[in-house]
């Protein structure tokens, strides 16, 4: 189909690829024909334009806030009822490198010694517990991760929790020049190859069997997260609306800040409900897509998605989601990865839904800032659930910012004695040679920005407040 519309030129690129392809022995015919079929896709053009007078702002049936969702049960009997027909799955392809860490970005501390993994497994025990149901984890593993995961997740043995793992594809990384695939240039590592984002956890979901074993168990909606997102919690609420209105998929989208400006939004257009995001916006629309005014939601990638929706839709081929192109460097070869989004998918799927829900929901730990909040006194642990300290009155978490010393994961640990008191703490700024005592606290606006060459040491029990720090003597 694809073919028809390309020209001379792209259908002998997309010919040439195929042959080229068909040679990759590391690879199953699935991935070929989605990597093929991907490309063939991205040479057709076939981008989808969004036309800005069209886009409106979703309404609250839409787009539903959090607090009109019905309350959940309390018959225990019906609370196993709704949760048996439930899996959860995260997203686990990515690596800790932005942190300095080899291995699955989910086998990174967190808080008390646990990983983002434990606390997942711990928090899923604890509702199998409670309410005498299975719900499952299914962790979509890519390439990089397989292996060290695999290991990982015989630790978890005993408990009582049904443990899957699946791969997402595995496509080659495109070489620029000519479009061959890189491993058949004679890059036969790793580098030659590149997962297709996280839009891929539908059709890997059906080609590695995983969807219809849950299917015949009588499962019904899978719950997708980043398993970095400390906030991306089973909430029993949202899934029973969704099973009592036949949605069939549902964002979870939260208050826009001026630090997520970034981040994609949900519209409704000619119709339907669907993501935007910042690559599709045309330049002159760019600020008001950043602006907090008319757009002020934005995706936390907590989707919920029927099950046997997705398999209709993977079976149809008929999930197009728009496709994303990243380019790279390997050697010195410039090279492309075509990659798609999970969220983009929400336009294929009927009585699609987003909700409003609370900030707390999404809590991402993307860089060492990030850990200092879940690590300090602002959050607690219970049952495997990092809360918000009620005792923090303002609802916004401060700002960090932390210098090249603080970026890697041992680095950040060995500067702190332990991680400061931060519960009356607005922003906080730390550049250089830097290092803290046991018992710091931190309120206000802390600026602390050691001199080049010169080493600051923060010293046990310091209560700084509205500080600028340059010296020793500023202490």
């Known amino acids: 189909m694809a073919a028809a519309i390309l020209n001379a030129a ?32 991205y040479l057709s053009g076939e981008a989808q334009h969004v036309e800005w007078s069209k886009i409106q702002t979703p309404t609250d049936e839409v787009v539903v806030p959090y607090d009109t969702l019905a309350p959940t049960t309390d018959d225990p009997v019906e609370a196993k009822k709704l949760l048996d027909k ?41 509702l199998n517990s409670k309410y005498g149901c299975n719900v499952p984890l299914l962790l979509m593993n890519s ?57 891929d956890v539908f059709p890997s979901l059906k080609n590695s069997g995983k969807l219809d074993a849950l299917l015949a168990q009588g499962k019904e909606y899978v719950f997708i997260a980043n398993s970095d997102n400390l906030g991306a919690i089973v909430d029993m609420k949202i899934l029973n609306h969704l099973v ?10 939260t208050p826009k800040t001026l630090a997520d400006v970034k981040g994609g939004t949900l519209i409704s257009y000619e119709g339907r409900v669907q993501l935007l995001e910042i690559a ?16 002020k939601i934005f995706n936390t990638n907590n989707l919920w998605v029927n099950l046997k929706a997705i398999k209709r839709l993977v079976e149809a081929d008929a999930l197009k989601m728009e496709i994303i192109p990243n380019p790279k460097e390997v050697d010195g070869i410039k090279v492309l990865q075509l990659e798609t989004a999970a969220g983009a998918a929400i336009r294929f799927f009927d009585n699609a839904i987003g909700i409003n829900v609370p900030r707390s929901r999404f809590l991402p730990v993307k860089a060492t800032s990030d850990l200092l909040l879940v690590q300090s006194d602002l959050y ?38 332990s991680i400061p008191s931060i519960i009356e703490l607005d922003s906080l700024k730390v550049v250089g040679d830097v290092w ?40």
């Open 280 to 295: 599709q916006v045309p330049d002159e629309h760019v600020n008001e897509f950043k602006s907090i005014e008319k757009f």
């Open 143 to 199: 390439f990089n991760t397989h292996d060290d995961t695999l290991k990982i997740v015989e630790r978890y043995s005993s408990s009582n929790v049904d443990i899957h793992t699946f791969n997402q594809s595995q496509y080659p990384r495109l070489v620029v020049d000519d479009f061959s695939p890189l491993p058949s240039k004679g890059q036969t590592g790793k580098d030659g190859w590149y997962p297709p984002g996280h839009g």
């Open 380 to 417: 607690t642990l219970e049952d495997g659930f990092v809360l918000r300290n009620a005792a923090r009155k303002n609802p916004a978490n401060p700002s960090i910012e932390l210098g090249p010393e603080f970026k890697k994961v041992g680095n950040f640990l060995s500067r702190f004695k």
């Open 10 to 41: 792209n259908a002998e690129k997309l010919n040439n690829l195929k042959s080229a392809i068909d040679g990759l022995n590391q690879i199953s015919e699935n991935e070929k024909t989605g990597c093929i079929n991907l490309v063939a896709r």
């Open 244 to 253: 009592h209105n036949k949605n069939e998929y549902c964002m979870e989208v």
């Open 86 to 126: 439930l899996v959860v799955l995260k997203l686990n392809g990515g690596l800790g490198t932005t942190m300095g860490c080899t291995g699955p970005k989910s086998v990174i501390e967190v808080r008390n010694g646990l990983t983002f993994l434990d606390l997942i497994v711990i928090q899923i025990e604890n």
């Open 436 to 475: 803290f005592g046991t018992g710091v606290t931190l309120k206000g606006k802390v600026s602390i920005v050691a001199k080049p060459g010169e080493k600051l040491e923060i010293p046990d029990g310091a209560v700084l407040e509205n500080k600028e720090i340059n010296a020793h003597e500023d202490l």
